[in-house]
């Protein structure tokens, strides 16, 4: 402070042809001692030693610079803040000193613990880190900056296992106890907000026993202290310190002192003393002996020659500055190029006040200048404890925090870090390991949010993020992987030509359609023989031709449903099958008629001859044609995904459209076939050879059995299998049909030619 007023008393630039003055006093520390200062400082009425005899020495101060410590400052603010007497701390950095309502007159060129608290947590976050134990000092600076700390620690999702405060004035069991927690602990990381003194007795202690790793978060309060790099360890510990700086000429200054000059000040006659082992002046039971002149400070080697590293020394350097540039700027004016300063202006204290608020300037390439709390611009250096080649511990810079910068860029590192015991990884603290994708967090009952398990995804959801909160549905065409963290493409579903059930009943499809052929084929060859001609052979081609048809027709039903397949599959389906119906009633049909007519006087045949046997299977086929063409006018099959039967993939398949319409479409089916199997049940008992009643009863008993049963099962049957059960209804009937009314007929014409005869056909008797 004496440096940067004589200095400013120098300058012709700043305060031109005025001299400050100032009173320097210890408060040793003490919240009590510094009220008893601000007192003296607000009354003027302490004992001054007047060097020169230029001094205004008018009784108040009109600034202050001071105190180090924030509980100190805090007391004084009070006092002196009432009576407009503005006061710049170079240390004291309690985040409470920010409320103008409470500290109108106080300002600091330390950055406020409010940014240091940021500046702590945003660390922690960027290394990973999320559950850690946190150590305070038991005062202003500890306690506010703590609360600060844990505030900015839980937006980030940060968790804090304890925290402990430590105090110098704490008994040794209490300091013990703090020591057992860190110890104990499963966090990691350690974050102490504290000062130098506080850390001393915590860390003395934890030295006494084997400390498991622990990675140490420092404070400015006490990181840059070089006592702590005895502590083997604290190697590896990093913080946020304030900014090295380089004052120039101030190593000279220091270095300028003779014993003359420092006999004229008790303050600078004890560290002369202490220094160099010997008193200025003679005393009675001294064990040291008098200087004798040829003191050098140049030989000395401590923390009073050793400027290297000036951290708070730069903080009381610009606040020395700013109090000059306020009272610069309320006493001088520029005129002509030059600076004119009134020396007879009666300066008063709210006047330097009201001008330290807009003091804006650049000192050594430092900025100094105060927002509205009084704060400064907050940028900090990161500071890491590392181990040399040599073995001895060093305090390195990292990196820096510049709140100025925009958010998200504040935080820089720009050399490597080296971590607790000389690792180069960043060490791992966490309450749980982190939950991969594929899985949510559930918190543990009764611990905090960053102690939880991993629970894996529920069904059809996924989580592709580490750490997921929750788990959420794929879309509906999607479906999850085994890790349950994509979704893919569902696989997509329907009775293709290529699966071995599709090639199964595509096989007894072909067949069936070939057994109608080869049956037609056998017919036609033998269409002249009784066996033929007894039954209507038209009808029976037909009736081959449609059977023909339904084979094939289920071939429709195989493949990926298209917009003509689905109406095709259900309309063919349905107007084939009634053309079969409809040729089975005509030939029952003929059967009853043909018994009708033999009896005595009955024309019946004529009635119902080839023309109208054919006008028969043409109208209920036409009916049929009606209800289909309605049905695709109105609401036709169309193809659909069908995203419900399975969550797990999609099934092609045609929508019915009009469930009305396919219903009437089977129904009319039916209606026929129960129409034809009464017929058919009512001419069984006729007597003769080749009478098709028997086996068209059994063709229509099997033909109602598989439709009756189609019901339920179609159903009830999931996706393709859906699609299977009605070709199969489809065959099982066809079949059913062809080898009841066809096959027994084929067999006498093959293989037992003697019963398709004429007689034999005549013979009621014989069978």
Same mark, same amino acid.
């Given at each position: 402070?004496?440096?940067?007023?004589?200095?400013?008393?120098?300058?012709?630039?700043?305060?031109?042809?005025?001299?400050?003055?100032?009173?320097?006093?210890?408060? $040793?520390?003490?919240?009590?001692?510094?009220?008893?200062?601000?007192?003296?400082?607000?009354?003027?009425?302490?004992?001054?030693?007047?060097?020169?005899?230029?001094?205004?020495?008018?009784?108040?101060?009109?600034?202050?610079?001071?105190?180090?410590?924030?509980?100190?400052?805090?007391?004084?603010? +009070?006092?002196?803040?009432?009576?407009?007497?503005?006061?710049?701390?170079?240390?004291?950095?309690?985040?409470?000193? !920010?409320?103008?309502?409470?500290?109108?007159?106080?300002?600091?060129?330390?950055?406020?613990?409010?940014?240091?608290?940021?500046?702590?947590?945003?660390?922690?976050?960027?290394?990973?880190?999320?559950?850690?134990?946190?150590?305070?000092?038991?005062?202003?600076?500890?306690?506010?900056?703590?609360?600060?700390?844990?505030?900015?620690?839980?937006?980030?999702?940060?968790?804090?296992?304890?925290?402990?405060?430590?105090?110098?004035?704490?008994?040794?069991?209490?300091?013990?106890?703090?020591?057992?927690?860190?110890? +104990?602990?499963?966090?990691?990381?350690?974050?102490?907000?504290?000062?130098?003194?506080?850390?001393?007795?915590?860390?003395?202690?934890? /030295?006494?026993?084997?400390?498991?790793?622990?990675?140490?978060?420092?404070?400015?309060?006490?990181?840059?202290?070089?006592?702590?790099?005895?502590?083997?360890?604290?190697?590896?510990?990093?913080?946020?310190?304030?900014?090295?700086?380089?004052?120039?000429?101030?190593?000279?200054?220091?270095?300028?002192?003779?014993?003359?000059?420092?006999?004229?000040?008790?303050?600078?006659?004890?560290?002369?003393?202490?220094?160099?082992? $010997?008193?200025?002046?003679?005393?009675?039971?001294?064990?040291?002996?008098?200087?004798?002149?040829?003191?050098?400070?140049?030989?000395?080697?401590?923390?009073?020659?050793?400027?290297?590293?000036? +951290?708070?020394?730069?903080?009381?350097?610009?606040?020395?500055?700013?109090?000059?540039?306020?009272?610069?700027?309320?006493?001088?004016?520029?005129?002509?190029?030059?600076?004119?300063?009134?020396?007879?202006?009666?300066?008063?204290?709210?006047?330097?006040?009201?001008?330290?608020?807009?003091?804006?300037?650049?000192?050594?390439?430092?900025?100094?200048?105060?927002?509205?709390?009084?704060?400064?611009?907050?940028?900090?250096?990161?500071?890491?404890?590392?181990?040399?080649?040599?073995?001895?511990?060093?305090?390195?810079?990292?990196?820096?925090?510049? /709140?100025?910068?925009?958010?998200?860029?504040?935080?820089?590192?720009?050399?490597?870090?080296?971590?607790?015991?000389?690792?180069?990884?960043?060490?791992?603290?966490?309450?749980?390991?982190?939950?991969?994708?594929?899985?949510?967090?559930?918190?543990?009952?009764?611990?905090?949010? $960053?102690?939880?398990?991993?629970?894996?995804?529920?069904?059809?959801?996924?989580?592709?993020?580490?750490? !997921?909160?929750? $788990?959420?549905?794929?879309?509906?065409?999607?479906?999850?992987?085994?890790?349950?963290?994509?979704?893919?493409?569902?696989?997509?579903?329907?009775?293709?030509?290529?699966?071995?059930?599709?090639?199964?009943?595509?096989?007894?499809?072909?067949?069936?359609?070939?057994?109608?052929?080869?049956?037609?084929?056998?017919?036609?060859?033998?269409?002249?023989?009784?066996?033929? +001609?007894?039954?209507?052979?038209?009808?029976?081609?037909?009736?081959?031709?449609?059977?023909?048809?339904?084979?094939?027709?289920?071939?429709?039903?195989?493949?990926?449903?298209?917009?003509?397949?689905?109406?095709?599959?259900?309309?063919?389906?349905?107007?084939?099958?009634?053309?079969?119906?409809?040729?089975?009633?005509?030939?029952?049909?003929?059967?009853?008629?043909?018994?009708?007519?033999?009896?005595?006087?009955?024309?019946?045949?004529?009635?119902?001859?080839?023309?109208?046997?054919?006008?028969?299977?043409?109208?209920?086929?036409?009916?049929?044609?009606?209800?289909?063409?309605?049905?695709?006018?109105?609401?036709?099959?169309?193809? &659909?995904?069908?995203?419900?039967?399975?969550?797990?993939?999609?099934?092609?398949?045609?929508?019915?459209?009009?469930?009305?319409?396919?219903?009437?479409?089977?129904?009319?089916?039916?209606?026929?076939?129960?129409?034809?199997?009464?017929?058919?049940?009512?001419?069984?008992?006729?007597?003769?050879?080749?009478?098709?009643?028997? &086996?068209?009863?059994?063709?229509?008993?099997?033909?109602?059995?598989?439709?009756?049963?189609?019901?339920?099962?179609?159903?009830?049957?999931?996706?393709?299998?859906?699609?299977?059960?009605?070709?199969?209804?489809?065959?099982?009937?066809?079949?059913?049909?062809?080898?009841?009314?066809? /096959?027994?007929?084929?067999?006498?014409?093959?293989?037992?030619?003697?019963?398709?005869?004429?007689?034999?056909?005549?013979?009621?008797?014989?069978?």
């Amino acid at each position: 402070m004496i440096f940067a007023i004589e200095e400013i008393n120098n300058s012709t630039e700043l305060l031109p042809g005025i001299k400050l003055g100032y009173q320097i006093y210890d408060s $040793c520390a003490s919240v009590l001692v510094a009220l008893h200062v601000a007192f003296q400082l607000s009354n003027g009425q302490d004992p001054v030693f007047y060097r020169g005899s230029n001094c205004s020495q008018s009784g108040m101060v009109r600034a202050v610079v001071g105190e180090s410590g924030s509980s100190p400052s805090i007391s004084m603010a +009070r006092i002196i803040g009432s009576l407009q007497i503005p006061q710049v701390s170079h240390s004291a950095s309690c985040a409470c000193l !920010s409320d103008k309502q409470q500290f109108p007159s106080f300002f600091r060129t330390i950055p406020s613990d409010q940014f240091q608290a940021d500046a702590l947590a945003k660390m922690v976050k960027h290394f990973g880190w999320t559950w850690i134990g946190a150590i305070r000092s038991d005062s202003d600076y500890g306690n506010y900056g703590m609360a600060s700390f844990l505030a900015a620690a839980k937006r980030e999702g940060i968790c804090v296992e304890y925290s402990e405060s430590v105090s110098q004035a704490d008994p040794q069991r209490k300091i013990q106890r703090v020591a057992d927690v860190i110890r +104990r602990s499963t966090a990691i990381v350690v974050v102490a907000f504290a000062d130098t003194s506080d850390m001393r007795i915590l860390l003395k202690e934890l /030295a006494r026993e084997p400390l498991p790793p622990r990675q140490w978060i420092g404070s400015e309060g006490w990181i840059t202290d070089s006592y702590f790099t005895s502590f083997s360890f604290c190697a590896g510990a990093i913080g946020v310190a304030i900014q090295q700086s380089d004052i120039p000429g101030l190593r000279d200054f220091l270095l300028d002192l003779s014993p003359s000059k420092v006999a004229d000040s008790s303050i600078l006659t004890e560290f002369w003393e202490d220094a160099f082992n $010997c008193t200025l002046t003679e005393r009675v039971n001294s064990n040291r002996g008098v200087c004798d002149g040829t003191e050098d400070l140049k030989t000395l080697k401590n923390s009073y020659t050793k400027i290297s590293q000036l +951290r708070m020394t730069n903080m009381v350097y610009k606040a020395v500055y700013a109090i000059a540039h306020a009272i610069h700027n309320a006493v001088c004016h520029e005129t002509n190029l030059t600076t004119q300063c009134d020396k007879h202006f009666r300066l008063e204290s709210k006047k330097v006040l009201s001008e330290l608020k807009k003091v804006n300037f650049s000192q050594n390439g430092y900025p100094v200048s105060f927002d509205a709390n009084g704060d400064p611009v907050a940028f900090y250096e990161l500071a890491n404890y590392q181990k040399s080649e040599s073995g001895v511990i060093e305090l390195v810079t990292v990196g820096y925090y510049d /709140a100025s910068l925009p958010k998200g860029q504040e935080f820089r590192i720009n050399k490597n870090i080296t971590w607790v015991e000389g690792r180069t990884q960043v060490p791992v603290s966490l309450c749980s390991e982190s939950c991969p994708p594929g899985t949510r967090k559930v918190l543990q009952k009764g611990k905090p949010i $960053c102690c939880y398990d991993c629970i894996p995804c529920p069904e059809g959801e996924i989580s592709n993020t580490t750490d !997921s909160p929750g $788990c959420f549905q794929c879309p509906s065409e999607l479906w999850p992987n085994a890790e349950r963290n994509a979704c893919f493409p569902k696989p997509v579903e329907f009775l293709s030509f290529d699966e071995v059930l599709a090639i199964i009943l595509a096989t007894f499809s072909v067949i069936g359609a070939c057994l109608a052929i080869i049956t037609a084929v056998i017919f036609f060859h033998h269409r002249t023989t009784p066996i033929v +001609r007894a039954n209507n052979s038209e009808l029976s081609f037909l009736l081959l031709f449609s059977l023909t048809l339904c084979f094939l027709c289920s071939l429709t039903f195989i493949g990926a449903p298209s917009e003509w397949s689905c109406m095709l599959r259900h309309t063919a389906f349905g107007i084939i099958f009634v053309l079969c119906i409809s040729c089975v009633l005509g030939k029952t049909v003929v059967v009853l008629m043909a018994f009708k007519a033999t009896l005595p006087g009955s024309n019946v045949m004529k009635w119902f001859g080839p023309p109208q046997q054919r006008m028969t299977v043409v109208f209920f086929t036409f009916i049929q044609v009606l209800i289909c063409t309605v049905w695709l006018v109105l609401s036709p099959p169309f193809p &659909m995904k069908n995203l419900t039967t399975y969550k797990e993939k999609i099934i092609l398949e045609c929508a019915l459209g009009s469930a009305v319409g396919f219903w009437a479409v089977l129904g009319y089916i039916g209606l026929l076939a129960v129409f034809c199997f009464v017929l058919a049940v009512l001419a069984r008992k006729l007597p003769d050879n080749f009478n098709e009643a028997k &086996m068209i009863t059994f063709s229509m008993l099997i033909f109602c059995a598989v439709w009756i049963t189609f019901i339920p099962a179609y159903v009830s049957s999931p996706g393709k299998f859906t699609v299977a059960v009605e070709i199969f209804a489809i065959l099982a009937s066809s079949f059913g049909l062809i080898l009841c009314i066809f /096959a027994p007929k084929c067999f006498i014409i093959l293989f037992n030619p003697e019963k398709n005869s004429k007689k034999y056909l005549m013979n009621k008797n014989s069978l």
